[in-house]
């Protein structure tokens, strides 16, 4: 068993909102790991790194995607950060990655000041620009497809990955 595709980018991709509208196109469930973490752990990702710390949550990132990759069978959404382990990019190899690219102004626009998510708590516009250079090669590095997200709506950019990724 593997995901029919696991979506990546960095935070205002796009990744749970087109990951959702590509498994309804091909008929398969949806998942983010975000979500699967928060389930785990009892508490929202931020109460996460503020109760226990940014390794504590990695930690948790890094065993609900392997056990993902293992199991799961549809549209799988990876948080932002999760490439940043080198472990999780070796386990994606083998899968069909699909890498959601955004730029800064897109980015900002969806992603507002940061509310909910830890990293961009402090300086949002400063922060998320750093990540995204410093992640872009990673994603890169994974991906299978990468497709563009800036000034396109969701819609279309599932309709185009549907159109590339197979359902057995």
């Known amino acids: 068993m593997a995901p029919v595709a696991v979506v990546v980018g960095p935070p205002g991709a796009g990744k749970t909102t087109v990951g959702q509208a590509i498994a309804a196109l ?16 009892g508490k929202p990702i931020p109460e996460i790194f503020f109760d226990e710390g940014e390794e504590t949550f990695r930690q948790l990132e890094r065993e609900e995607i392997a056990g993902a990759l293992d ?3 549809g549209v799988l959404a990876l948080g932002g950060g999760a490439i940043l382990d080198p472990g ?9 990655v699909v890498f959601l690219s955004v730029e800064l ?5 969806r ?20 990540l995204m250079e410093q992640r ?17 709506p969701p819609s279309e950019i599932a309709a185009e990955l549907a159109g590339l990724l197979k359902v057995s």
């Open 136 to 152: 872009r090669p990673l994603y890169a590095s994974v991906a299978t497809h990468t497709v563009s997200t800036d000034s396109r």
């Open 71 to 73: 199991s799961f069978e």
């Open 111 to 130: 992603v507002g000041l940061g509310a909910g998510r830890p990293l961009l708590s402090v300086n949002p516009r400063a922060t998320l620009k750093y």
């Open 26 to 41: 091909l008929g398969v469930e949806f998942v983010d790991t975000d979500h699967l973490i928060e389930q785990r752990a």
């Open 105 to 109: 102004p897109d980015a900002v626009k």
């Open 88 to 96: 999780t990019r070796d386990a994606l190899r083998p899968h069909t």
